[in-house]
């Protein structure tokens, strides 16, 4: 049963975690800094198992939904769109960002570890619309979770334009004193959309024996 609560619970507590932190690492700014920033700070290692934990949660609700979802080709998109998703927070826990907030985005600023981070969260939103597309078209199909499609769609794609506009911010050098509170606005609906689709996990009953 644990293991059935823990995606719930993981992105609630991804985001308390977060606040805490942002509160007690010595001249963090919730405003200015953005979450992978807290990785490098006094409690760095916190956030780093953070992100952990989060990608476990994400492997554990694409874990679960194969098994509530009883159809061949669902399946297989949702273990890849998961596993994927869950591999890049993995990457970013060990591969931390560089300082750089207040400045803006250089290349040949970057350190070879700020290099990959900010290269992966590129090559992440690049992909991204192929998953959201076939997960929400994964969701449509499936009994019980037909209403979290639309979701899927308007909390995927917010996150991604929030996320294209963020970037054009930094690399323009606007509004850098607002890069952190801007990011984590785009997290939101995200994270809200991970407890809503394991509530929903929750409450259906399994179909098929696939694991």
Known sequence: MVLWLFPLISPILFALVVVVLG??????SHINYTMSRLAIGKYGWIQSLNFLQLAGGIYLTGRHLTIRID????IKVIRHTFIV???FLVIAAFVPTDPIENTPLDYSLLTPTGLVHISLV?????LSPIGIVRLAQTLWKAPGFRQYARYTLLAGFTALVG???WFVFFFQGMYLEYRGIFQKAIAVPVLFWLVLVNIAVLKKP???KHT
């Open 23 to 28: 509160f007690i690492t010595p001249e963090y």
């Open 71 to 74: 159809d061949g080709i669902s």
């Open 85 to 87: 998703c869950a591999l």
């Open 122 to 126: 590129i090559l992440f939103l690049i």
């Open 163 to 165: 996320s294209i506009i």
């Open 206 to 208: 399994a179909r098929g």
